[in-house]
């Protein structure tokens, strides 16, 4: 008797949530790559664990954020370079690809597509090998950038390797290989805005800068927002330029937040003030993200829904 309703059970459950099943492996690989490890560093960061010098951890308490917040200078060194870094990065990427976006998206269709497949390029490019190109380039002796000073009678300038010029070499690199991303996703939005607005716009008599201005933005601002947002948190992630480029010096003129939480994590093995650097890392670019979102939508530029 029991047999059969628990047989019947079983019938009536892989008929009604059999969806469970095809859950379960993205369920599974959510929790064991993201949610496991979200909770493991948020519980380090309140702990003090040195992983040379000690193997259990000690409970610190608020004291790992206190330290960074209030007492640790390096902090609000690496945090000023990582805002300067995405002051000078995401805007220009933002400008310079909503440029290309709207000449591309004046010619023709056929060109259209060659110009796309050329501005993947350096997307598809991983960070350390456009790192390693741009190294090339800014290479005192043999790089191009010299080479082509030289024509103009300017003495070799060794670009990483100077605090005046470290940063900005990083972030050229930067803008040059994400400026084609932030194209392709503003040159989308432009293909897909509606023709009706544009069409009144015409008949209205506005100009081509009126039209832009009124018509063109609004309409393409949650691209805009879009783009944004993935390169503002991407800029405040930047390790494998500076890596490669840089390793944070001269000096900390390079030296960003996320590189600082590396540096503490895998060098000096402070593996809970890493973590809670990490977290404060979290916070910043949360709170960025819903002050730029105020903002636009303060300003009409931007409204919830699209």
Not at 20 to 38: E, G, Y
Not at 40 to 56: K, M, V, Y
Not at 118 to 137: A, D, E, F, K, N
Request: proline share 5%.
């Amino acid at each position: 008797m029991w047999m059969s309703k628990v047989s019947s059970f079983f019938s009536l459950f892989k008929r009604r949530y059999n969806w469970l099943l095809f859950l379960i492996p993205a369920v599974a690989a959510l929790i064991s790559i993201v949610i496991f490890p979200l909770i493991f560093s948020l519980s380090l960061s309140f702990h003090d664990w040195n992983l040379i010098r000690q193997r259990e951890w000690t409970w610190a308490g608020i004291e790992n954020y206190r330290t960074i917040l209030f007492v640790d200078p390096y902090f609000r060194s690496t945090l000023k370079v990582a805002l300067l870094y995405l002051a000078g990065t995401v805007p220009l990427q933002l400008g310079l690809g909503l440029v290309v976006a709207l000449v591309l998206y004046q010619i023709a269709k056929k060109t259209i597509q060659f110009l796309r497949t050329v501005l993947v390029i350096p997307v598809t490019m991983t960070p350390v090998l456009v790192g390693m190109i741009w190294r090339l380039m800014y290479n005192p002796d043999l790089g191009y950038l010299n080479y082509f000073l030289s024509w103009f009678g300017f003495s070799p300038i060794s670009w990483t390797g100077m605090p005046q010029t470290a940063l900005l070499s990083v972030m050229m690199a930067d803008i040059w290989e994400w400026t084609p991303f932030a194209a392709l996703i503003l040159l989308a939005g432009l293909q897909s805005l509606p023709q009706e607005p544009f069409e009144a716009a015409l008949v209205d008599g506005a100009s081509s800068w009126q039209t832009f201005r009124y018509v063109t933005l609004p309409l393409l601002s949650p691209a805009m927002l879009v783009v944004l947002l993935i390169r503002m948190i991407d800029s405040f992630k930047t390790f494998d330029l500076i890596f490669v480029l840089t390793g944070g010096g001269p000096g900390l003129h390079t030296e960003t937040l996320n590189y600082y939480t590396y540096r503490y994590g895998f060098k000096f093995f402070h593996l809970g003030y890493a973590s809670a650097l990490s977290w404060i890392l979290v916070m910043v670019v949360t709170a960025i993200s819903i002050i730029l979102i105020r903002i636009l939508q303060s300003r009409g530029i931007y409204a919830e829904g699209g």
